[in-house]
């Protein structure tokens, strides 16, 4: 893999210290929505703006509810993956209730 561009090795190790974040918000009909980002606080301030994802611009405003941390992209991705593809609602609301007070 020497010679391999680091965007295309497969275990690259972060090329920053920046965390990776798996975050669940409630919006304002009541419904969930699971997304990932580097930036937690911005992104949920887009989401509020109307600048986050299709889905939660038309039920705003939104709340964060849950989050876990990750070191790589690959390792945030997947756990979005599960969650969002997995997980029914009551197991979504579950993890929420088992991590209040993040």
């Known amino acids: 893999m020497k010679n391999t561009p680091k965007k295309l090795q497969k275990n690259a190790e972060p090329t920053n210290n920046a965390l990776h974040y798996v975050y ?3 919006c304002a009909d009541n419904t969930l929505y699971t997304g ?3 930036d937690l606080p911005k ?3 887009n989401h509020n703006k109307g600048l986050g994802a ?3 611009r038309s039920r705003l ?3 964060l509810v849950y ?3 990750f070191t790589t992209k690959n390792a945030a991705l997947s756990r979005e993956f ?3 593809n997995k997980l029914t609602r009551e197991d979504k609301l579950k993890l929420i209730k ?3 007070g993040f």
Do not use: L
């Open 98 to 100: 088992g991590s209040e």
């Open 24 to 26: 669940i918000v409630k």
């Open 67 to 69: 989050k876990e941390e």
């Open 61 to 63: 405003p939104v709340k």
């Open 54 to 56: 299709k889905y939660t």
């Open 82 to 84: 599960y969650i969002k």
């Open 43 to 45: 992104r949920i301030e």
């Open 36 to 38: 990932w980002t580097t």
